[in-house]
């Protein structure tokens, strides 16, 4: 889209991030560095047991906002799951983020150590991170960030190179071994 500006120069409007993730541990950081940069951000939030998908992040806000001192911008909150298919997002929302966010950000995940692979942690760590790949094909999203974790390495105890994936290793939990599967789906769907 292009904007006029006051004074005659245009440009073309920024997008948003897409960032999946932003209530957790790390997620929570991103989304504040983001928003402080200026970025414009987009969540997907799942509910939980006890609030909404807006509840969950404005909790996340309030705290960085009374950290910083000052307020925040809001990212807008899309309610979805990224272990459904389009990330759980309505036709309505799925729609929007085609036409606005260029760039994802995929930081969810679920940090259970035992599960089967129908349940937590394989459905949200390489189940959702499938889904966010589809989506970004689907969109042709060219600009896409995985946060993985160190512990895709598994057992090893040697040096470890950030290009050696597999190397054989074998795995203490669930954990462990989700990640280095959404990480290899990552690797063998996304090369540059």
């Known amino acids: ?12 409007a920024e997008k948003y991030l897409l960032l999946t993730g932003a209530t957790g541990f790390v997620g929570r950081y991103l989304l504040r560095d983001l928003l402080l940069s200026g970025n414009r951000v987009a969540v997907v ?7 909404t998908a807006p509840q969950r992040i404005e909790a996340v ?3 960085w906002e ?13 309610t979805a799951d990224i272990r459904k298919k389009r990330i759980g997002l309505s036709n309505e929302d799925f729609a929007w983020v085609r036409s606005s966010c260029d760039r994802i950000v995929h930081s969810a995940a679920v940090l259970d150590f035992f599960g089967d692979r129908q349940s937590e942690p394989w459905l949200t760590n390489v189940d959702g991170t499938k889904n966010v790949v589809a989506l970004c094909e689907q ?4 600009q896409f960030h995985y946060l993985s ?24 939990n669930d954990y462990e071994h989700s990640k280095f599967v959404a990480e290899s789906y990552v690797r063998d769907h996304c090369s540059a």
């Not at 009374?66 to 899309?78: D, K, M, Q, Y």
């Not at 969109?139 to 060219?142: D, E, H, K, L, N």
Request: net charge positive.
């Open 45 to 51: 939030i799942r509910p939980d047991r006890k609030s």
């Open 66 to 78: 009374r950290e910083a001192g000052r307020t925040l911008p809001r990212p807008v909150v899309l």
């Open 139 to 142: 969109f042709s999203v060219r």
């Open 61 to 63: 806000m309030q705290h």
């Open 1 to 12: 889209m292009i904007q006029r500006l006051g004074n005659n120069k245009h440009r073309i």
């Open 149 to 172: 974790t160190a512990y895709a390495c598994g057992q090893r105890t040697d040096r470890v190179l950030e290009d050696e994936l597999d190397m054989g290793q074998s795995f203490r």
